[in-house]
């Protein structure tokens, strides 16, 4: 009742319609008046892991407002790459309805500039939030980072065909990445369970625009012949040819890229 501000007859109604579901799951007992989870508990409904391990983590995972604290004690990386909300709910706003966005955007490459960009989707490389969108300034389908994203201003204008998701080939393209225990790793058991790896191996599929991404953020050795003395390379990319053509691939570890490959990223 005190987690989710409801009365008690609320309570006594949502415990009575679960047994009914699920009488096996719970069984009150009489002395603390309280219910305990049973041993032939069959859970009723799906839980996705990412939202577990955050309400565990961080409190209650499906509402916009905070409900309760952290279920357990623990400890999690701190958030670097912060977006602002004003320019995360623009970008948001523009993907949803579909719409041109103006922007005024600081890029390594070329400083502060004014963009039109018509974005389709947001991404999560595991350091940072960036936009995928077509950007009419470089003609091409581009990653953006959203916390260089100065102000924005929403269009009434809608993307024409080739610069919608549909034309994006690297967002369209899925390469399948063969992940393995790096061969100099001294305990390639270990690697498996820690990666869940199915005989020794892991078939991830990924979409060319964020192959290197992924990459990069599990620390894998893309080189041919697995030659990355690095320690913190656990997995070795056992089919390094698939990531030919992938604009992100420059982003991948030990992978040699051809001197003359530009990044479709800012």
């Known amino acids: 009742m005190a987690r989710f501000d409801i009365a008690p007859a609320v309570a006594t109604r949502d415990f009575a319609l679960y047994r009914q ?19 032939g508990f069959a859970p009723l409904f799906e839980h996705r892991l990412e939202q577990v391990l955050a309400a565990l983590m961080q409190g209650e995972p499906y509402s916009l407002e905070a409900v309760g604290a952290a279920l357990l004690p623990g400890d999690y990386p701190a958030l670097l790459n912060r977006p602002r909300l004003p320019i995360l709910a623009a970008v948001s706003r523009a993907i949803r309805s579909q719409r041109l966005l103006r922007i005024r955007y600081h890029s390594e490459s070329s400083g502060e500039q004014v963009r039109l960009i018509a974005p389709h989707a947001l991404v999560d ?47 369209q393209t899925l390469l399948t990445l063969e992940l393995v225990p790096h061969p100099q790793l001294g305990h390639p058991a270990v690697a498996a369970l820690d990666y869940a790896l199915e005989d020794g191996r892991l078939s991830l599929p990924v979409r060319a625009a964020n192959a290197g991404y992924l990459l990069r953020s599990w620390n894998v050795d893309c080189s041919p012949s697995a030659t990355s003395a690095d320690p913190a390379c656990r997995l070795w990319l056992s089919n390094p040819a698939v990531l030919e053509g992938a604009g992100s691939a420059v982003l991948a570890p030990s992978w040699p890229a051809p001197a003359t490959k530009q990044p479709d990223f800012l």
């Open 21 to 39: 579901l699920a009488p096996d799951n719970l069984a009150l007992d009489p002395s603390s008046k309280a219910y305990f989870i049973q041993p």
């Open 125 to 171: 490389s595991g350091l940072r939030w960036h936009v995928r969108a077509y950007d009419r300034l470089r003609g091409a389908f581009i990653d953006l980072v959203l916390t260089r994203i100065l102000s924005t201003e929403l269009l009434d204008e809608a993307p024409a065909p080739h610069e919608q998701a549909e034309a994006d080939s690297q967002w």
